[in-house]
């Protein structure tokens, strides 16, 4: 984990979205939620997935609010994500951010 990722990363969250849930374990999740800070309860206007687990992400996708942003910042999913871009994400509104791992 490099600053620059943490950088990249929390530049890629709306500076407005709370709460943001960040999901995973290990140092660049833990590193996220310290610097973002805003992990108040409730629907999450911005969720941040490290894991890169296709259930996991598909299930955030579900949670967010309205108008809500997804940033991937772990590894590439593992398989395949399910999801119908039309109702899942457009309707919505949602974005979707894939932050690429810096060195």
């Known amino acids: 984990m490099s600053a620059a990722l ?8 709306p500076p407005d979205a709370v709460p943001v ?3 995973g ?3 660049l999740a833990d590193e996220l939620r310290k610097t973002l800070g805003r992990t108040a ?3 999450p206007a911005a969720v941040v997935d490290t894991t890169g687990d296709p259930e996991r992400i598909a299930d955030a996708l579900r949670r967010l609010d309205e108008l809500g942003v997804l940033v991937l910042a772990g ?7 399910t999801m119908d871009l039309y109702s899942d994400l457009h309707v919505r509104g949602l974005t979707v951010v894939g932050v690429p791992p810096l060195t």
Not at 6 to 13: G, L, P, T
Not at 75 to 81: D, E, N, Q
């Open 41 to 43: 309860g409730g629907t």
């Open 25 to 27: 374990t290990g140092a």
């Open 6 to 13: 943490v950088r990249a990363v929390v530049a890629a969250v």
């Open 75 to 81: 590894p590439t999913p593992s398989g395949p994500l």
């Open 21 to 23: 849930e960040v999901l």
